[in-house]
Structure formats: C-alpha cells, structure tokens
C-alpha cells in the first residue's frame, strides 16, 4: 500500500518480523492541507452598522478596512439576523439561526428547537471542516455561542471554542466585556489580563498580539499548513473604552448632530456607489430627539459621546491593521481569504439619552441626563460602561430605518468586505448580490475547493442552509443565488423574495407611534391581528432603503409573502413567536447540577458566571463566609459577584465589615459593622431580606432590609431602597476572596483580596435567618 493512503488506526500495510532488520516500517499519513490552500480570516465587528465604516460613507476614519476593501469587493446587500450570537451561528455553521437553536443570545433561550441556545452538533462549524481537512483553527476575542448556563468550570465544555473545533481560543465567552478589565478564558481555563488600566491595557490590542502568536507559533513550525482564525473583537459593542487621545481626535466633529450624520454619509454613500443613485433616505426616526431642540449640555454630552465611539472604532480599525501587517511580513497576507463583517445593526442599547452604564438598559433603568453629564469627562474610560444615544445608532445605520434587534435593514443589512489578493482578480469593486450570514460557510468552501462532510466525529451533518457568493468574486453582474431569506427577532419578522421585503414590525413602527416598549409580549390574537394589518412591502429593486410601502396597492403579493413567511418558519423552527425581551434572562433553565437551596464556593477558583451562579435577585437569601483574620485585622473582598456596572460585594474595609451595593452604577449603598471584625477565626454573613415588591417594568428590584453578622450575632444593619431586578451584567459572576475584573464597589481597586485566609463561602436562598442558621451553617462548612 502506498505511503500516503495509510490511516491510523487501518490495517498495517508494512512488514513486522520477529526482529527490526526483517520488518518493513509503514508511517501514518499526517493530516495535510492540500498544496496552497489559503489561510481563512474572520473579522467579525460588533453592532457596526451599515453607515459606519469609511468605505461604506462614514466620516470615520478606518484606513485599513478600507484598504482591504480597496484590494478585494464591498457587499451592498449582506445581511444578518439584527443581533449578535445568532448572526455569529450563522456565520460559522451555514445554517440559519434557529436551526442553531439561536433565536435569541444564549441568555435569553427559552427551551423550544429554535431558542434553546444549543447549537446541534448535525450543524458543523466551519472550524470543524477545516480542522478535518489540515487547517489550524485558531478563536480570538468574543464568542457568545455557549449556552449561558454552561459556561462555568464544571462545564460542560463540549460548546466552548476547543469542543467545536477550535484548537486554540483567546477571549470572553459572554456578549460583551469591559474593555479594560475583560473576563478572559485561554482554551478552557479563565486567566486574569496581563496588565492592569493603569499599564496601558486594553483588550483589541491584547487581542491581537495574542492572534498573531497563534499564527507565528504553528508558521515557524509548518509554514505550509494554513489556518483559519474567527477573530471577533468587543468593538464596538458598549462599552465604548477607548484612550482618551483617540476619542478626542473626533472634538468638534459631530458638533452638528446626528441628522447632519446621516446626510452627509448618505451623500458620500451615493458617491461611492455603495447605495443606488435613486434611493431615499429613510425619514427621521420618531424615536430620536430632533438634535436642534436639545439643551446645549445635551448636545455637549451626546456629541462627545460619539466622538468616544469614533474614537474607539479608529482604534480598532488601527490594531486590525497591525494583524494585517503582520500576515504581510509573514508573506501570508496574498493567500488569505478574508471576510469582514459585522454581527448585526448599530445598537440602540444606549437608549433615548445614551447612558454610562449598558446595564441600565438590560434592567428597564431609565438614565439620568444630570448624571450623564457628570460622567462627561470619563467616558471612555475604566470607570463608565457607556453607550451612546440612539442618534447615533440611528445615524449609523444610514441610509436605512431603525436598529439592532429590528429587521428592518437597519437592523439586518450590513457592512460585508471580502478580500483575497491571489484568488480574487477584481480589486475595489461593489457588489450588489443579495447575501446573509449563512453564505460565508458556503463561500469559504466553495474557494477552498471543498465539499461539506456528510458526518463529523461520527455526527450525520445536517444540509447547509446558504449560498456560495464564489460565482460573485469576478462578477458583478451573476444574478444572486440566494433569492428567500426568512428574518424574526424578538417578533418583528421580515421576509425578502426575488428583491421585495415584506415587513411586520414589532413592537411597531417605533416605540412613540405604537405606544409600546420593546419587550413587550405578542399575544396569541395580537399575533392575528398583526398577520391581518400590520405588515408592509417595499420593492427594493425602486426603494433599497426601504421608504415606500406597497402593501396597499400590491395586496396579493404581500399576503403571498406572508404565507412564505410561514413557511420558512416551519422549515426551520422559528416558531414559537416570543417577543419578551429582557424578561427572557429572568428564566430559569436547567443547569449541569440539580437544583439545590445552599451553595458552597471556594477561594482560588474560576468566577461562577450569572447563570450558573444562585439566582439571588428579589429573593431572601444570606451569604456565610469563613474565614481567619490575622492579629492586626485584614481588608479585602470576602464574596463578590457584579462589576462597576452594578452587583454587590461582602468585604472588610477599615477593619469594618461592609455590605456594599451597586445598583447599575446609579447609586451605591454600604451597610458596616457597628465594631471592627474581630481576630481570629469566624463565620462573617450577611442577610438579605425583601421589604416590599419588585417593579421589573420600571427597573426596580425589591428593596431589602440588611443584616451583618459575626458568627451569628448581629454586628450591623440598613437598607436597601432599590436593588436589580433582571440582570447583574452579562459577563458578571461569583467569586470568593476577591473582586475579579472591574471593581463592584468604587471603595477599592480590584480584586481587592482578602488579607487574611478566606476558606469558604456558603450562599443560601432558603430564606431562613442567620441567626437560626447559626449552627447549622457550621456543620455544613465543616462537612466540606
């Protein structure tokens, strides 16, 4: 048998004799690309929208996208699911995202086939194909596609980057971070970043030092084996954190407002040729303020705001262009098929008024202007979570209306640069194929000269669900395969066909016309009603940014649509509708160990995240840390679970033993010890007790009564007027000893250990008393 056709683990072809100089040796084949194959490059941009990047019209400055763009094609008419782990599930499986399970982020499954948050393994990742076929696969920055409750150190891990394909993974598993204090994971372990704020750290840039050692690594060992790298960086999704020289490189630049934003980037947009010379700019959104009515703190405050978002996408924009760099000295930089795209439309996360803490938004917290304006100085850095105002989510969408979340274009078209200097001939030009997420799997195939596997690791894969864009590289003018794209997110639906769109938007046209708040569920009958009136059409061969609504005169077309609509959802489980949106992280779902009502955690361990975590929110519980204090007293965090965005955190300080709340960064609460901790070895808890009910609906959780304790005896007590009622951060978690990450409370700069030796914490939600607890709390700890 030929050398190269031996397999591990086939029958051996050589010849074994009793000794060596009778026997034949035979060598298994080593898993090699085919000859020249190219390396492939993801750059996935968080909530970019359409009118944002400088070769897509923005005022912006992104050299080197645009240099990429300049030397491959831009894509007019791509297109994902209006919000990020479900395009991102598109982007690696072909598939589209309720096939992944992925109606929603995996935050907010909700049990049914198509939003359980569990991407089927029948659904391969493009990682997996290429791994199989002699490719590194290297993960680097966000990944968002573990469901939410698996994502702690009892795993399980068979979702992480390293069980579904990835070799090697660099990153944060949650939808977002704070730039300078990131809860980063190396492969399958949590570590700390390298260095602090006050060194100079930042995440892209932390992140892109560790993409091109992954590279380097594997290149100086193999330089003809390629790699495919999803590199995906937290920008721009809020916060917004960049340094302050780059935010204020952009002073004075968006002084005119976010109308004049839009005109004067659906000018260039024109020019450039990215948008059809006829189309209309959709209409002022009724749920931005008009930029000419507002006070002159509100534009001071609201334009410095997006000259931090500016700031922040040049800067990311420039550390892009160091990876590029980089695979040009490495000579690989001509054989790379690269794909630049963003997740989804510019957030409108950030509210009516924009806000220094994104939490706000994710707890129905309305935002304080007075408080805001106060922060102004900040924004930017470590201290604020910020987000700006939807002006400018609405301004970064030009030319389309709306936003993230919403299928409406704005939420569903966007920025899509594809390059690859030795495959494509074509250099800068426009292409106008209709495209979604779901074809860049295809595509890669299709270029790499590669069929989908019929099984991976024994798995029978299920068909992939998109279109080869290959046809399109050297030609404009190829008609689109892709002629039927299904959208719904959080109930507003959407249909295209043959270059029209049907449209049911939800909860309306905008918040003010309807009268409702997103979030707001669909009934049964509201959904009847809508399906009987509430959706539109618009011809987007005569109308791209969707400005004209035909339903009225194109009757039979639209309730055709609707019926194919329908359809696709059957095909591929979009149904239940569930419009609830925040509310959805309030749902309890099954976790890797049953139940239980006392949990006992361990200093030196990784962050427990939210969803594994207890769920402590509007409920009594109690906190019960042992510990030692040295002669002399220790400061330092006994048990902490939040982030300067909010939480709360049990910790010495002064000697005096602290209750210290973050309520989303509006206001913080510190209960203390009437006398300094004592010395010695003690049980330090806390109490939490509910003294009224929550108004989720308005951003309050349950105000409480507070109690501090020393081995079961009252030291300390307050109250809480106000405390979260949804959600303490995506990436918040529980920790002991320490305050990991940002610092909860502004008293200390994290982590904030304890001094003395913490060894254990137990938290109880049964709702029974300290003090009746007193004894039983020691035999549980000492049982562990």
Same mark, same amino acid.
């Given at each position: 048998?030929?050398?190269?056709?031996?397999?591990? +683990? %086939?029958?051996? @072809?050589?010849?074994?004799?009793?000794?060596?100089?009778? &026997?034949?040796?035979?060598?298994?084949?080593?898993?090699?690309?085919?000859?020249?194959?190219?390396?492939?490059?993801?750059?996935?941009?968080?909530?970019?929208?359409?009118?944002?990047?400088?070769?897509?019209?923005?005022?912006?400055?992104?050299?080197?996208?645009?240099?990429?763009?300049?030397?491959?094609? /831009?894509?007019?008419?791509?297109?994902?699911?209006?919000?990020? &782990?479900?395009?991102?599930?598109?982007?690696?499986?072909?598939?589209?995202?309720?096939?992944?399970?992925?109606?929603?982020?995996?935050?907010?499954?909700?049990?049914?086939?198509?939003?359980?948050?569990?991407?089927?393994?029948?659904?391969?990742?493009?990682?997996?194909?290429?791994?199989?076929?002699?490719?590194?696969?290297?993960?680097?920055?966000?990944?968002?596609?573990?469901?939410?409750?698996?994502?702690?150190?009892?795993?399980?891990?068979?979702?992480?980057?390293?069980?579904?394909?990835?070799?090697?993974?660099?990153?944060?598993?949650?939808?977002?971070?704070?730039?300078?204090?990131?809860?980063?994971? /190396?492969?399958?372990?949590?570590?700390?970043?390298?260095?602090?704020?006050?060194? +100079?750290?930042?995440?892209?840039?932390?992140?892109?030092?560790?993409?091109?050692?992954?590279?380097?690594?594997?290149?100086?060992?193999?330089?003809?084996?390629?790699?495919?790298?999803?590199?995906?960086?937290?920008?721009?999704?809020?916060?917004?954190?960049?340094?302050?020289?780059?935010?204020?490189?952009?002073?004075?630049?968006?002084?005119?407002?976010?109308?004049?934003? /839009?005109?004067? $980037?659906?000018?260039?947009?024109?020019?450039?040729?990215?948008?059809?010379?006829?189309?209309?700019?959709?209409?002022?959104? @009724?749920?931005?303020?008009?930029?000419?009515?507002?006070?002159?703190?509100?534009?001071?405050?609201?334009?410095?705001?997006?000259?931090?978002?500016?700031?922040?996408?040049?800067?990311?924009?420039?550390?892009?262009?160091? =990876?590029?760099?980089?695979?040009?000295?490495?000579?690989?930089?001509?054989?790379?098929?690269?794909?630049?795209?963003?997740?989804?439309? %510019?957030?409108?996360?950030?509210?009516?008024?924009?806000?220094?803490?994104?939490?706000?938004?994710?707890?129905?917290?309305?935002?304080?202007?007075?408080?805001?304006?106060?922060?102004?100085?900040?924004?930017?850095?470590?201290?604020?979570?910020?987000?700006?105002?939807?002006?400018?989510?609405?301004?970064?969408?030009?030319?389309?209306?709306?936003?993230?979340?919403?299928?409406?274009?704005?939420?569903?078209?966007?920025?899509?640069?594809?390059?690859?200097?030795?495959?494509?001939?074509?250099?800068?030009?426009?292409?106008?194929?209709?495209?979604?997420?779901?074809?860049?799997?295809?595509?890669?195939?299709?270029?790499?000269?590669?069929?989908?596997?019929?099984?991976?690791?024994?798995?029978?894969?299920?068909?992939?669900?998109?279109?080869?864009?290959?046809?399109?590289?050297?030609?404009?003018?190829?008609?689109?395969?892709?002629?039927?794209?299904?959208?719904?997110?959080?109930?507003?639906?959407?249909?295209?066909?043959?270059?029209?769109?049907?449209?049911?938007?939800?909860?309306? $046209?905008? #918040?003010?016309?309807? +009268?409702?708040? #997103?979030?707001?569920?669909?009934?049964?009958?509201? =959904?009847?009603?809508?399906?009987?009136?509430?959706?539109?059409?618009?011809?987007?061969?005569?109308?791209?940014?969707?400005?004209?609504?035909?339903?009225?005169?194109?009757?039979?077309?639209?309730?055709?649509?609707?019926?194919?609509?329908?359809?696709?959802?059957?095909?591929?489980?979009?149904?239940?509708?569930?419009?609830?949106?925040?509310?959805? #992280?309030?749902?309890?779902?099954?976790?890797?160990?049953?139940?239980?009502?006392?949990?006992?955690?361990?200093?030196?361990?990784?962050?427990?995240?939210?969803?594994?975590?207890?769920?402590?929110?509007?409920?009594?519980? &109690?906190?019960?840390?042992?510990?030692?204090?040295?002669?002399?007293?220790?400061?330092?965090?006994?048990?902490?679970?939040?982030?300067?965005?909010?939480?709360?955190?049990?910790?010495?300080?002064?000697?005096?033993?602290?209750?210290?709340?973050?309520?989303?960064?509006? &206001?913080?609460?510190?209960?203390?010890?009437?006398?300094?901790?004592?010395?010695?070895?003690?049980?330090?808890?806390?109490?939490?007790?509910?003294?009224?009910?929550?108004?989720?609906?308005?951003?309050?959780?349950?105000?409480?009564?507070?109690?501090? #304790?020393?081995?079961?005896?009252?030291?300390?007590?307050?109250?809480?007027?106000?405390?979260?009622?949804?959600? =303490? +951060?995506?990436?918040?978690?529980?920790?002991?000893?320490?305050?990991?990450?940002?610092?909860?409370?502004?008293?200390?700069?994290?982590?904030?250990?304890?001094?003395?030796?913490?060894?254990?914490?137990?938290?109880?939600?049964?709702?029974?008393?300290?003090?009746?607890?007193?004894?039983?709390?020691?035999?549980?700890?000492?049982?562990?």
């Amino acid at each position: 048998m030929p050398l190269n056709e031996y397999k591990s +683990g %086939a029958a051996f @072809p050589g010849v074994i004799g009793r000794t060596a100089d009778v &026997s034949t040796p035979a060598w298994p084949e080593p898993n090699r690309a085919a000859e020249g194959a190219p390396n492939v490059l993801y750059l996935v941009l968080d909530d970019t929208g359409f009118g944002q990047l400088g070769c897509y019209g923005s005022p912006i400055a992104t050299p080197n996208l645009d240099a990429l763009a300049a030397d491959g094609l /831009r894509y007019s008419n791509m297109h994902t699911t209006a919000l990020c &782990s479900p395009s991102r599930s598109c982007m690696l499986t072909g598939r589209n995202h309720h096939s992944n399970g992925l109606a929603c982020i995996t935050e907010g499954s909700m049990g049914y086939p198509g939003s359980n948050g569990y991407i089927p393994f029948e659904n391969g990742f493009l990682s997996e194909i290429l791994l199989q076929k002699g490719y590194n696969t290297y993960a680097v920055g966000k990944w968002h596609l573990t469901p939410a409750e698996a994502t702690s150190a009892a795993g399980p891990y068979d979702r992480w980057p390293l069980g579904r394909g990835f070799e090697r993974f660099y990153g944060f598993l949650g939808g977002d971070t704070h730039q300078y204090y990131p809860e980063l994971v /190396r492969d399958n372990t949590q570590v700390e970043p390298p260095a602090t704020p006050e060194e +100079g750290y930042h995440l892209t840039p932390d992140l892109v030092e560790k993409a091109k050692a992954m590279i380097a690594d594997a290149k100086q060992v193999a330089p003809n084996k390629p790699f495919f790298m999803y590199f995906c960086t937290g920008a721009m999704h809020a916060p917004h954190h960049v340094p302050k020289e780059w935010a204020d490189k952009y002073k004075g630049q968006f002084d005119d407002g976010w109308d004049a934003y /839009r005109q004067k $980037t659906f000018a260039r947009q024109k020019e450039l040729g990215i948008i059809p010379p006829d189309t209309t700019l959709s209409r002022h959104d @009724p749920d931005v303020q008009d930029w000419n009515t507002l006070s002159a703190d509100e534009r001071k405050l609201y334009a410095r705001m997006m000259e931090v978002f500016a700031g922040f996408l040049e800067h990311t924009d420039h550390y892009i262009g160091e =990876l590029i760099e980089f695979l040009k000295e490495l000579g690989e930089y001509e054989n790379t098929l690269i794909m630049v795209i963003s997740d989804n439309g %510019a957030s409108s996360e950030g509210g009516p008024t924009g806000s220094v803490n994104e939490g706000k938004f994710f707890n129905n917290v309305p935002d304080d202007l007075a408080q805001n304006l106060a922060a102004i100085d900040d924004i930017g850095g470590p201290k604020y979570f910020n987000h700006y105002p939807w002006g400018w989510t609405h301004a970064g969408n030009t030319p389309f209306r709306r936003w993230k979340r919403e299928t409406y274009r704005g939420g569903t078209s966007d920025p899509f640069i594809l390059s690859w200097p030795k495959g494509i001939s074509a250099k800068g030009e426009i292409r106008s194929q209709y495209a979604h997420a779901i074809d860049m799997v295809p595509t890669v195939l299709d270029a790499l000269g590669i069929e989908a596997p019929t099984s991976i690791r024994g798995v029978t894969q299920s068909p992939i669900e998109g279109f080869s864009l290959a046809s399109s590289f050297d030609e404009a003018t190829i008609p689109s395969r892709h002629i039927t794209q299904y959208f719904e997110m959080f109930g507003h639906r959407s249909l295209y066909h043959d270059c029209w769109r049907a449209v049911c938007p939800w909860p309306g $046209t905008s #918040f003010s016309e309807s +009268g409702r708040r #997103f979030g707001d569920p669909i009934s049964y009958d509201q =959904l009847v009603q809508l399906d009987a009136h509430g959706w539109e059409l618009y011809n987007l061969d005569q109308d791209f940014a969707e400005t004209n609504d035909l339903a009225a005169t194109e009757r039979d077309r639209l309730i055709a649509m609707i019926g194919m609509w329908y359809v696709e959802a059957g095909k591929y489980n979009v149904l239940p509708i569930d419009s609830r949106g925040t509310q959805r #992280f309030g749902v309890e779902r099954p976790q890797i160990a049953p139940d239980r009502q006392r949990y006992i955690y361990y200093p030196g361990t990784q962050v427990v995240p939210t969803n594994a975590a207890p769920r402590v929110m509007n409920r009594p519980h &109690s906190i019960s840390v042992e510990a030692l204090v040295p002669e002399g007293g220790a400061d330092g965090v006994l048990f902490s679970m939040g982030g300067n965005d909010g939480g709360f955190a049990f910790y010495v300080q002064n000697g005096l033993l602290t209750y210290g709340y973050n309520y989303v960064a509006d &206001s913080h609460f510190r209960i203390t010890s009437t006398a300094p901790v004592p010395s010695g070895h003690h049980i330090f808890s806390v109490e939490f007790t509910p003294t009224g009910p929550a108004d989720i609906a308005n951003g309050k959780g349950t105000p409480a009564a507070i109690k501090l #304790f020393v081995d079961g005896q009252p030291v300390g007590e307050g109250h809480l007027p106000v405390t979260i009622p949804l959600s =303490l +951060g995506l990436a918040a978690g529980a920790a002991v000893g320490a305050d990991p990450g940002s610092p909860t409370m502004p008293d200390y700069k994290p982590p904030f250990a304890f001094a003395g030796t913490v060894k254990r914490a137990m938290v109880d939600v049964t709702g029974t008393s300290v003090e009746s607890l007193e004894e039983k709390m020691r035999m549980i700890l000492a049982r562990q």
